[in-house]
């Protein structure tokens, strides 16, 4: 199967939480990460959330820095890469950041069981395309993107997305800023979440690299898929 190049960046607390337990955002990075990540932002050709994210976070998902977003159309692109959400039950907002902040194209990727008004709305604001039956096909979905021209993928979150691509073989590498904050809380989103492997199986990494930044660290992860 044809698929892009995947990777996910995150940001989590030293205790593994990427948002607060009522999925609130908390602030993980500094302006040294935030750069970093813009950076990736900037590099890739899709930026990918869950559902999940927009309605928690309602992010934009733009590139921030003036410069490269002149840089990026001095290059023949959008300022923005083509931000795409996963959404099986067409239940974005339409009044989502996503739609009304910067340029560029949006996709959002629903089920064939999506109500049909709700992708009938989506589709004054986004391309929407069809994977799957009850639950978006991220396989399918991940090679229509690469059909679209889609060939540099940065998922954005959030754990219950990071465990569906992850468990299903569809990420390459993953980069994790660890900040120096404790958020605490059982049932607060980790890294990873989804339902996990069902008995002691694990999905090797193997480390790219640990960077200092401010007073967290980077690690950078390559997956070695099982084969
Ligand atoms: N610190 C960070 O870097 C980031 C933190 N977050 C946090 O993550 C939290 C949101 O994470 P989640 O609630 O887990 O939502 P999510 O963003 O992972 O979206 C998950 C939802 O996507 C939909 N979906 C459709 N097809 C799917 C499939 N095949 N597999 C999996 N999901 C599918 C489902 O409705 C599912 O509930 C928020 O609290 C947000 O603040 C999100 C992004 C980055
Ligand atoms: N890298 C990073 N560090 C943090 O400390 C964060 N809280 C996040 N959050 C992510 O950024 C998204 C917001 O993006 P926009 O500023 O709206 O473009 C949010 O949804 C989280 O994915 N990230």
Redesign the pocket.
Known sequence: MDRPFIFI????SADGK???WQ???VR?SGAIDFDRVDRLRCGSDAIM?????????D?SLTVKSVQRKIERKEKGFDENPVRVI????A?TPIDADIFKKGEGRRIV?V?SSAPSENVKALRRKAMVIIA?ES????PD?MEQLYLLGINRLMV??????????LS?GLVDEIYT?VGNVIIGGQVA?TLV??EGFKDTSTLPLELISAEKIEQGILLKWKVLNFQ
Do not use: C
């Open positions: 960046n995150s940001a989590m990427i948002s607060t999925r609130k955002q993980i959330v869950g559902i999940g994210t927009v309605l928690a976070d992010p996963i959404d099986s039950q239940r990727v089920s799957g639950r978006v096909d991220l979905a954005e979150g959030g754990a219950t997305l990071n465990w569906a691509m299903s800023f989103p979440d989804g």
